[in-house]
């Protein structure tokens, strides 16, 4: 250690320093261009295969309930919109009230895809949907015997709640189902539900409402014949079968082998949306989507009040029109499957770009259309408008199923709709309804479709420039992990305490984290050393679930922990002392050792606990009822360490060991880690001191700007001068 302490280490320059920055950024940068072009020849499909054969494979049950259930909740919806007058005459509401109960079901439909992406990650994803579409039906049997406002609001809340599953489950299900090669085919079937939804729903309606009589109230009848058609296809949906998450990606990938992983932890739905906002291609397209809300919500219910208020028409005749103006889309959705499939197996980019395309035509002919006076002329307009819209959203599926990872698809297809919901789908009906009473319903309409369609298409067409590179990270963690398996199941007994996979990570835009990885064995004991900003604060943050990554992988004896709540973790095992941060200084030592006593259920474990601690620190039961604010640095973080011991952790992480103690201090707490290494515990102890490090350390990491620079037996570092130089030596922090 002497001889270490002697080395004269000369600094880098501020040129050096800088030219060094640069050199290592383009290298990442070099290394990044060089991944994504080893992986386009992976990132779509390369064999077109016939439909047929595709349905074959995957069979034709969940397309056809998909097709169906989306064909009758629009039914619902349409309803809702051909009616709305017939309502509006009954309820006897403004047509702000009016637009407001149409959106709410919308804006139910949205938020409660939430909960149900957070169920379809630990439940039977087919039997969620199922489920959720009987309640559906349930409140569409209330819809028709409402008597008022507020039971009408309940009613729409409801359905809008049941219909909701559909939305984060129905994709994911396809995805895992049907083969890459016919999947944007498969989508497009499932996108054929809407229009079939608005051209057979508002003949349905208007055909019930003539067969009852045509009266004030015969609004009804539309919603109670809804419930046998509906109600047969919910039975059906119920002898679906569960498919195997990420198959298709898999088989595709790798081969046709896939390989079964344990059962891993659940899916913090909150990581998971953060994790997901860094996938670029996603977030541009979400956004682009959530403006585009302000349209898709607004149009179909002031649209059947312009035709009643305008043109007078009967709610047969809105009904026929309502047909008329989806028939497009019957067409623009086949052909827009078809041939988005042989632009993503050419080029996935130019795929996305034909959606942002598609949207902004669906803005021009709507807005020229609603500018025409002459009934023919406005409708003509807006059936080719509703045939691109229809074609964009065929490319949104594929496209999120390409560039997220199968174990967040759930989780991205709500946060399609929260999007929508928070950047336009309520909002956007309350704007159109308010500009609707005061200045008509065509004025409200050219205002509120022009911009919608013309930022979300741009937003989406800017986003298709990242597509390449997120498809290659989905693959490559992919790869990984399918590689991880195949390690561990050959050889079972050599599995890591903690592996650190390729980890980015971010605060807001500023990157603090590059491909960290790192491998910790049972009972070892691993130094992160660096200077102050290198990042080794922030990898503990990642590997305890106070900081999501951007990407990457974190396991836990094999069982991936990435995006898995803190909680989870320490239930496993995994035991954090931050540094500075680890007692309650208001409390005394007892109540703080009490209190996190606490998460030890058994009475006489606890009790154990307490005493084996005390013996262990003898120092805390001297001052025990002392305020743990007023103790020495170096008895707070035994005390730090007191805690986290009680608890018995199978992976410690300790954040800034000796930072700003005495060396007498230093001293007495490298004695309690060296009990809890014979113990056998492991640990990862974020260090700034070379010496301290290498007195307890079986292997170190480096790190500098966020990068590891060395990974190795902590005896190594003393031969390497250019990573020492930037530390302090002799405990010194640096």
Known sequence: MQEFEGKQVAGPSAAALASSIVVDEQSRRDRDAQANEADDDIAAPQESMKLREGLRIGGFRVATVLLLFTVFEEFDRVAMQVLGPDIQATLGVSDTVLLGLQSFGGVVLVLATLPFAWLADRRRRVRVMSA???????????TGSVVNTFQMGLARAGSGFGASARVPIGPSLVADQYPLAVRTRIFAIEALGRPLGQVLGPLFAGAMVVAAGNDAGDWRVVFFALLIPAGLTILWSFTMKEPVRGRQEQQAVLGTEVVEAEAEPPVLLSAAFQRLKKVRTFYFLVVGIGVLGFALIAVPGAFNLLLKNSYNYSAFTRGWVGAITWSGALIGIPLAGRIGEKLFRRDPPSALRMMGMCILFYGVFVTVGLRFHSAVAMIAFVTIGNAFQGAAFTQMGPAISAIVPYQMRSQAFAMVGVYIFLMGGFFGGLLAGGLSDAHGERTALTAVVPPAALIGGLLIIYGSRFMKRDIALTIGELKEQQAELLRLQNDPGNIPVLQVRNVDVSYGNLQVLFDV??????????????TNGAGKSTILKAISGLVMPDRGVVRMNGRTITLVEPQY???????LVPGGEAVFSSMTVEENLQVWSRQIADHGKRKEKLARVYETFDILWQRRDQRAGSLSGGQQQMLALAKAVMLDPE?????????????VVVQDLLKIVEKLKEQGVTMVIVEQSVNVALSIADRAVFMERGQVKFEGPAQELLDRDDLLRAVFLSGAGA
């Open 651 to 663: 992976l410690l992480c300790i954040d800034e060991l000796s930072l700003g103690l005495a060396p």
């Open 132 to 142: 959720a579409s009987a309640l559906w039906l349930a409140f569409v049997a209330i």
């Open 517 to 530: 990885g790192f491998d910790v064995r049972k009972g070892e004991v691993l130094a992160l050393l660096g």
């Open 569 to 575: 973790r320490a239930s496993m095992g995994l035991v």
